[in-house]
């Protein structure tokens, strides 16, 4: 167990749809990063927040956002659903602001869009 | 071009056989490189991190990096099946997003 913590574990919604995913980092991480995962792209990263501020932007689609919350859970919303939004959605947290070599990720959100 | 490449297998090997798994990057500038774990409907889990060239070891775990290369191995001795999994290969310049390979499935037959 990482002490990463995701919910909901499954989310099955239609197209068009806006859902929202939750993540409660490690106790005193500051960093969550949110990644998606299917299976011809892999793991990609979508965005970091660092102790509630957007720290690093990766190939996060226009329809998605994210933030952190005081308490540090952070969140990450998905909007006008399409099928192709369907994979694993994986946080993943660390003690580090910049350095990204640790990183622990929580067991994952699997989004079905039909 | 992917920035870090990984063949995704599926790789077979028999209980006991020694497993190398291999992956590599185009970007100079990355200095830290990863391997993680995954089982099936898991989340990845960080097995060893190692800075620039050289090898670290943990347990039956060697990982090995090649600068001159571009090139990122991991080794597995006396693999058993509960090694079965995804195996991730990562690099990150320390300070930019972590990279990640797409996973080679490895399968440790009893």
């Known amino acids: 167990d990482s002490g990463v913590t995701q919910t909901p574990k499954h989310l099955i919604t239609a197209t068009g749809q806006r859902v929202t995913l939750r993540c409660s980092p490690r106790?005193?991480?500051?960093?969550v990063y949110w990644y998606q995962q299917s299976l011809d792209q892999g793991l990609q990263f979508l965005i970091q927040y660092y102790n509630g501020e957007e720290r690093a932007k990766g190939n996060i689609l226009e329809r998605f956002s994210a933030q952190q919350f005081p308490d540090l859970h952070s969140e990450l919303n998905l909007s006008s659903l399409e099928l192709g939004d369907s994979a694993l959605y994986f946080c993943a947290s660390s003690p580090l602001r910049d350095r990204k070599e640790t990183q622990y990720f929580g067991p994952g959100t699997r989004l079905l869009v039909l | 071009q992917k920035e870090v490449e990984q063949d995704p297998g599926p790789l077979s090997v028999p209980e006991g056989a020694i497993v190398s798994l291999n992956c590599t990057y185009s970007n100079s500038a990355f200095q830290y490189f990863m391997w993680y774990r995954q089982y099936s409907r898991k989340g990845p889990e960080l097995l060893m991190y190692?800075?620039?060239?050289g090898n670290k070891e943990d347990g039956r775990f060697t990982a090995q990096v090649d600068k001159s290369s571009k090139y990122i191995s991991l080794f597995i001795r006396d693999s058993q099946p509960s090694d079965s999994a995804t195996y991730l290969c990562a690099a990150s310049g320390g300070y930019q997003k972590v990279t990640f390979g797409i996973g080679t499935k490895l399968q440790v037959i009893p």
């Open positions: 190692t800075y620039s060239s």
């Open positions: 106790s005193g991480d500051l960093s």
